[in-house]
């Protein structure tokens, strides 16, 4: 990683008020790069022998409870995890759709289509809202910016 990465990586967990270990960069730094939903298996081959996998565990936990990551749907049944962009922590907002191309297999956030609140009945408290879009990515349908 170049110094300015880490310095991004660094100041990042410093904002979340957590302190800055080589493990938590590691695995920020990979989230910063990939720019897409990733789950801890993912993370644990980009790693390689660098991270076992009860770091990589505590980490994603930690960057939940502090705002740094959110959950991401997964048709496939293993939880993703993707940046924050904005959230705090102690406030959350991911009222964004997430994107799983059936080609290539990688989810994007896709923080320009928010999804509306519902009405809910009497008694019921929201406390999180998702939805997986699944179709075919920019780069796999050859659509991608050029």
């Not at 790693?47 to 565990?57: A, H, K």
């Not at 922590?89 to 989810?107: L, P, S």
Request: hydrophobic share 40%.
């Amino acid at each position: 990683m170049d110094m300015a990465a880490t310095a991004r990586t660094s100041g990042l967990l410093r904002k979340h008020d957590l302190r800055v270990t080589k493990g938590r960069t590691d695995i920020l730094g990979i989230f910063l790069r990939q720019g897409i939903a990733l789950s801890e298996r993912e993370l644990e081959d980009l790693l390689g022998d660098s991270c076992d996998r009860v770091t990589i565990y505590r980490t994603l936990t930690t960057f939940l409870e502090h705002g740094l990551l959110h959950r991401v749907p997964d048709d496939a049944g293993a939880a993703k995890y993707a940046l924050c962009a904005g959230c705090a922590h102690q406030v959350h907002r991911h009222d964004h759709i997430h994107f799983k191309c059936t080609r290539c297999g990688q989810t994007t956030c896709v923080e320009e289509v928010r999804i509306p609140t519902p009405a809910l009945p009497p008694g019921f408290i929201l406390t999180e809202v998702s939805m997986l879009m699944q179709g075919i990515c920019p780069a796999c349908s050859g659509l991608a910016a050029r």
